[in-house]
């Protein structure tokens, strides 16, 4: 495995680096000095010599797959490297190779042929003669990359040489290049985009045809005596000439032999070469071929983003009709399909193979993160296979079991149990244990260091056609005979006995260094017999020393402890009562007992407490003198102080803070000795304290980030992601809403109430779908899908308009429908059926009674929800996949989606994550940079973690797709456009295809990319850019959401004209009724719209909306911040170019009435300014704090000019006058002044840049290390933070936030279109002081 992974480490990493552009180089070419990387010349073997960028610590069979995937080599295969005429050793680092070094000839040498390597080259031919077609990934139920429809006809990117030309003659481009929106995005327009434009139906002309047929011949397998001559295969090839011919594989390659369709020769055809590649030989027998070869050898090269595979499938809901672009592979006619997989992969030891690799250097460390994500990756492929195959029949049980099947395929071992436990809670209890499991197994695997002895099997969960299938590796020992010298057996568990070997220390030893990483709590239980047995985990957990040395903990699925809310009625839970609705007390029963907490809930309450317990420290403190007091004295106040606090806020330890909990507390069935009554007792406290948590903590701070714009949610998956990361389950669900209901947010959060409404519904919705879709037979699959979608979103739909329709396409298909049982059972559902199990289910499991209403209409109506919203997410949930067209879902009379419209069923897989660390840690050191204002770390650092997450992952993984989503913002600030619409480019490939081609993230990066593009000059690509985006999020949502007033905002600012001045009032009108009229977006807001009724000449709806910004800056900051000033300045100039018009149309002089004052017409770095503020590229500071620490610098500036004024002669003071103004006001207040100015200037430029920092201030969370901010009473110590707060040159540069990459280092207000300079030096004090 090992090799393995080092093979594919290199050959994707250098395809990534060959495929990158230009114009925005990659982290890792930027290394290549770092890297020890060298280029070498390649030749020999038939192909033309061409150079090739190595790593010294590449190995000789890494550089070998690498050549094999380059264009020139491929699809040559058994080749190997030398130098200087002798053959190198494969195993051999490139670096100790004898005379190895820069610029060395290294020759291609032809190795001879195995049968297996004779089928590994033959696949290799076939796989490059399909050429990926533009349907392909839909046609596999993948998700595409659709970018390159948009910029295939956009205009080529601007050089930089002619970026500041493109920029200045942006307004020409945009009414002779830019395309008019369509009409179903305008503003305030019902209809929705059509689906077709969701996905292209081509993308590029289809490859040529190579060969008409490619198979194996009738004359295999070749008798006994050709054996023994070196035959390997015949293969049998019909040209496009239409000749047939018959070829032989050897181990010294391929050749034309003599036999015919009825005649068997074997020797050699006259005057026929022996090819090495068999490309080679077609040539020769083919012309039509060696042309059309040549054509596909010399096609241009696409982006590594969209080659290279993806470690997981990204599932498309929507598909093409393969009908008429299903083309033959070769490969089943080659036999490939059986010559090339006869052994199963052992799973289990290729993970623990790779997660024993060593990690003492960087390079091991990311080798071992590569090799197990390829692991994992190709684990979970082979878990989708094998469902498909298990489901749909084609196995056969080893148990021979029908009530609890379990299969073996592809090394791969899935359980299907079909008699749940009771106690569990049923088929949903046991749904819930698998998805705990698959929970436990991530909690685990992700421990560090040490931990990482404790093993775990490799675990996935599929769900197929209803049913869900538990995959696992298989475990050690299980085959073949136990060892003796290896103590094999249960080592710990709840049944497993006194027993004690250093084997049992051992593992019992890791057990509690996890417990500690997980806040569990070491506890004692009743054992069988009535033994006290010691505990680290939940009694169901076992430990086990396998076969291969290793411990392995199975069963890990009640790790995290018990959720309180969620036990039987009358429990000993948490109790919560409402003012409203007495029916929402906690605790509530639930459909099945396994109600755990999160992994993050835990880690919040933590931090929860741990908040209280400092405050509780201080409180004591206070009480007995002060806290100075207590600590200087040294007595035993501070310790008991310390103590009281662990008591009350329930920490187990009485002299430190530490916060464990008992998995097993409310777990059914466990007993605990007597003499665990208190620890029990404070467990079962912390518990209750956790559940209270949720309800009056995480759920009020989910809907504060809602409000505040921190969490966007837009569809379910979203949704669940904004949850969980808060720590809430899903079953809060009903809770949230009832919450949300009963709060002044309510009109606020209708977006979130819509989501959780629709998830709620496709919840229950697929739990009824799992039983009803498994017991329909195979042949009407497609109908029964296709009805129930009908009876989900139609009301009062029933089978008795088009059930002998479906009859009749049934015996279509020559199968007769099934039996009359299975016809009945799936078609005889009704849509009033369906809703009352949706409404009973939902009633059971989240306590909505009459939320729902009487069908699907009511929630459409009353909560704004979207049915084509819902057939997506019902879709992505369980696997199905409907074609490409329009579909009428109010249509009463008649099916919207027929039994064609169901292209494909697909499998959708839960798995693992393996992390990335390296990477992780240095993307997370790169946000805590950019918080702290260093930019330009921050931004090595996003580039050092964009490189190691290109080596580990190719960069498509989603945080690899957040990382350079974030270095192209970093690279934007900095002024590189260029750049950052190159690595903006990649990020949206990566994102349709890692996350989806309408996931929301794709849809922000949509946007983001927009504002790169018209930053660049390109607005024609840009304003298709936000269509784009407007179209997914219309579909995926609708047009009643927070992120549509970004995008009209952005389309307002990239139009012109009316089209501009709709979508900007669209966005006013969205941002105050989601954000508040008061808020500073809608503020915002206001004046952009000032702005563009200004240009348009409408001065009197600029001053109204100009009035309302202003009075927001006003009331939230006060008369005298420089923003509500610039506010005035901007308002005054509307008023005075009013009244100046007005008086020029009374003196009958239109002419003036046609001139516009520049200071009202925003200039071009002005729009991208607020382009930037309103995606969030930039952010408003809302903290006065900065301010006053700005004024009190320039009182300790003006009290050294005072002494340097006294001191000096007045010659001095004169120059004094002209230069320490002007650098003081450099360094403190940040204008950009020349130094050819005079003082009167300097000052005057100064009073205006502290009036115009409307967009100067860039939001930072956190606060710079070097900088002091609390405020002390003395003035001494407030001096020397103020003077620690003072940059250095080097500091200002990195810390400052540019927008633009003009050379004047200064930035724009918004509200003021006169330009208001900022320079960096004011605004890095911005960036630290905050």
Not at 710 to 719: E, H, K, N, R, Y
Not at 957 to 973: F, I, M
Not at 1149 to 1174: F, I, K, N, R, W
Request: charged residues 25%.
């Amino acid at each position: 495995m090992r090799d393995t992974a080092k093979r594919g480490n290199a050959e994707k990493k250098t395809m990534a680096d060959v495929s990158c552009p230009a114009n925005g180089k990659r982290a890792s070419e930027s290394r290549k000095e770092d890297d020890g990387s060298f280029p070498v010349k390649i030749q020999g073997a038939g192909v033309d010599a061409f150079e090739l960028q190595v790593n010294g610590f590449w190995l000789v069979q890494d550089t070998i797959l690498t050549l094999l995937g380059r264009e020139e080599v491929a699809p040559r295969t058994s080749l190997s490297l030398a130098l200087s005429g002798v053959t190198l050793d494969p195993m051999a680092e490139l670096q100790d190779v004898k005379g190895f070094k820069a610029g060395v000839t290294l020759r291609l040498v032809e190795e001879s042929y195995s049968p297996r390597s004779a089928q590994a080259h033959l696949a290799r031919v076939q796989e490059m003669l399909r050429a990926a077609g533009p349907q392909d990934a839909l046609i596999e139920g993948r998700s595409p990359s659709v970018l390159n429809t948009l910029t295939q006809t956009s205009e080529a990117p601007p050089t930089l040489h002619s970026f500041k030309n493109r920029r200045a003659n942006i307004k020409a481009e945009q009414t002779s290049e830019a395309p008019p929106p369509p009409a179903y995005i305008l503003p305030g327009v019902s209809e929705l985009p059509p689906l077709t434009t969701l996905l292209p139906t081509n993308t590029h002309s289809e490859a040529p045809s190579y060969i008409l047929d490619l198979s194996l011949s009738c004359w295999n397998p070749p008798p006994g005596f050709r054996k023994l001559q070196g035959d390997f295969l015949y293969i049998r090839v019909h040209t496009l000439e239409g000749k047939q011919c018959e070829i032989t594989s050897c181990p010294r390659g391929f050749y034309l032999n003599r036999s015919t369709l009825d005649v068997f020769d074997p020797r050699p055809a006259p005057s026929t070469p022996v090819c090495h590649c068999l490309t080679d030989l077609l040539s020769n027998i083919s012309p039509q071929f060696k042309h059309n070869f040549s054509l596909l050898r010399h096609r241009p090269s696409l982006p590594a983003e969209e080659v290279l595979s993806t470690p997981h499938r990204t599932l498309s809901w929507l598909g093409i009709s393969s009908l008429h672009s299903h083309k033959s592979s070769f490969r089943g006619r080659l036999g490939l399909e059986q010559g090339l997989s006869t052994q199963a992969p052992d799973w289990n030891k290729e993970l623990q193979a790779a997660r024993d690799l060593p990690q003492r250097s960087l390079e091991e460390r990311l080798q071992r993160d590569r090799a197990l994500l390829q692991v994992n990756s190709a684990f979970v492929w082979a878990v989708a296979q094998a469902a498909e195959k298990v489901v749909d029949g084609f196995v056969e049980p080893i148990n021979g079991s029908c009530d609890d099947p379990a299969f073996l395929l592809g090394g791969v071992f899935l359980s299907m149990p079909t008699h749940s436990e009771e106690w569990l809670g049923g088929e949903r209890g046991h749904r819930a244990a698998q998805r705990l499991e698959l929970r436990g197994v991530q909690v685990y695997s992700d421990l560090e260091g040490d931990l990482q002895n404790l093993h775990t099997i490799p675990t996935a969960l599929a769900d197929y056609r209803g049913v869900r299938l538990s995959a696992q590796g298989l475990a050690p020992g299980l085959q073949g005979p136990e060892q003796a010298e290896v103590p094999n057996g249960l080592l710990y568990g709840f049944s497993a006995g006194p027993l004690e070997n250093p084997a049992r220390r051992k593992l019992l030893e890791l057990l509690a260094q996890s417990a500690k990483a997980l806040a569990l709590q070491r506890h004692v239980v009743l054992g069988p017999t009535g033994h006290q047995l010691p505990l680290f985990t939940s009694v169901d957990a076992q430990g086990i020393l396998g076969a291969d040395g290793r411990y392995y903990l199975l069963d890990v699925y009640r790790t995290m402890p018990a959720d309180a809310n969620f036990l039987e009625e009358g429990g000993d839970g948490v109790e919560t009562e409402h003012e409203e609705g007495k029916e929402e007390h906690f605790p509530r029963r639930y459909p099945h007992v396994l109600c755990r907490l999160r992994p993050e809930l835990v880690k919040a309450f933590v931090q929860h407490k741990h908040a209280q317990f400092t405050k509780r420290v201080k409180e004591l403190m206070e009480e007995s003198g002060g806290v100075d007091e207590c600590i200087k004295a040294g007595d035993s106040r501070s310790t008991d102080a310390v103590r009281g606090a662990c008591k009350d806020v329930g920490s187990i330890s009485h002299i430190i803070f530490e916060m464990r909990f008992n998995p097993n507390i409310f777990s059914p069935g466990v007993q605990f000795p007597s003499s665990e009554s208190d620890a029990v007792a404070l467990q079962k406290r912390l518990l209750k304290e956790a559940a209270s948590f949720i309800i009056n903590d995480q759920i009020p701070a989910f809907m504060n980030d809602c409000v505040q714009g921190s969490d966007v949610p837009m569809d379910g998956a979203t949704l669940r992601q904004a949850l969980h990361q808060k720590g809430i389950n899903l079953r809060y669900l009903g809770h949230l809403i009832l919450t949300i209901s009963q709060s002044n947010l309510k009109h606020q959060l209708r977006h979130i109430t819509r989501l959780a409404f629709a998830e709620i519904v496709v919840r229950c919705a697929q739990r009824f779908f799992n039983g009803y879709i498994q017991g329909v037979e195979t042949s009407n699959l497609s109908a029964a899908a296709s009805h129930f979608l009908c009876c989900l979103l139609v009301p009062n739909f029933s089978s008795a308009a088009n059930g002998e329709e479906s009859k009749k396409r049934s015996r279509r298909r020559g199968r007769g429908g099934g039996g009359a049982s299975d016809s009945t059972a799936w078609s005889a559902l009704s849509g009033n059926e369906l809703w009352s199990v949706i409404c009973q289910d939902a009633q059971e499991t989240y306590r909505l009674k009459e939320g729902l209403g009487s069908n699907m209409d009511y929630l459409v109506e009353q909560y704004g929800l979207q049915k084509i919203s819902l057939l997506r997410e019902i879709c992505l949930k369980t696997g199905i996949q409907l074609r490409l067209r329009e579909y009428v879902l109010d249509n009463r009379n008649k099916a919207p989606i027929s039994p064609d419209d169901v292209l494909n069923i697909l499998p959708v897989i839960k798995h693992i994550t393996m992390t990335t660390t390296d990477a992780t840690r240095m993307f997370q050191a790169a946000q805590h940079s950019l918080q702290k204002g260093l930019l330009e770390q921050a931004y090595e650092q996003l580039k050092e973690a964009s490189y190691l997450f290109g080596r580990v992952c190719d960069d498509l993984h989603p945080e690899a797709c957040h990382c350079l989503s974030l270095l192209a913002k970093v690279a934007y600030l900095q002024g590189h456009a260029a750049e950052a619409r190159s690595v903006q480019l990649r990020v949206v490939v990566i994102s349709e295809r890692v996350l989806g081609f309408d996931h929301p993230n794709t849809i922000q990066q949509y946007v983001l990319l927009a504002v790169y593009l018209f930053a660049g000059g390109e607005t024609a690509l840009a304003q298709r850019c936000l269509y784009r985006a407007k179209v997914l999020l219309l579909t995926v949502h609708g047009a009643d959401h927070p992120y549509t007033a970004v995008i009209d905002a952005s389309l307002g600012l990239v139009l012109q004209g009316e089209q501009s001045l709709r979508y900007i009032q669209n966005a006013l009108k969205l941002n105050g009724s989601f954000r508040g009229e008061t808020d500073l977006t809608t503020a915002l807001t206001h004046h952009l719209l000032a702005q563009r009724l200004c240009v348009t000449g409408d001065y009197r709806g600029g001053m109204n909306h100009e009035k309302e910004a202003h009075s927001i800056f006003q009331d939230k900051w006060g008369e005298n911040h420089p923003q509500t000033k610039c506010s005035s300045d901007f308002l005054r100039n509307i008023t005075q170019q009013a009244v100046r018009v007005e008086r020029s149309i009374r003196q009958g002089g239109v002419e003036l009435s046609d001139t516009l004052p520049e200071s009202l017409v925003p200039s071009l770095d002005t729009t991208l300014e607020q382009l930037a503020l309103v995606n969030g590229i930039l952010k408003t500071s809302y903290s006065t704090r900065i301010m006053e620490f700005k004024e009190k610098l320039k009182e300790r500036k003006a009290a050294e000019e005072a002494e340097k004024t006294k001191s000096e002669s007045s010659e001095s003071i004169n120059e004094n006058e002209a230069s320490e103004p002007q650098a003081s006001n450099g360094e403190v207040t940040g204008d950009a002044t020349s130094n050819g100015e005079q003082t009167k200037e300097a000052a005057d430029a100064s009073e205006k840049s502290d009036h115009s920092n409307m967009n100067g201030e860039i939001e930072s969370h956190m606060h710079n290390r070097d900088c002091g901010t609390q405020n002390k009473s003395d003035d001494e110590e407030h001096r020397s933070d103020i003077s620690k707060c003072v940059p250095t040159e080097s500091q200002s540069k990195s810390s400052c936030i540019m927008l633009s990459s003009n050379e004047a280092q200064s930035e724009s207000a918004v509200v003021n279109g006169k330009e208001c300079v900022v320079s960096e030096g004011d605004l890095e004090k911005r960036v630290e002081t905050e």
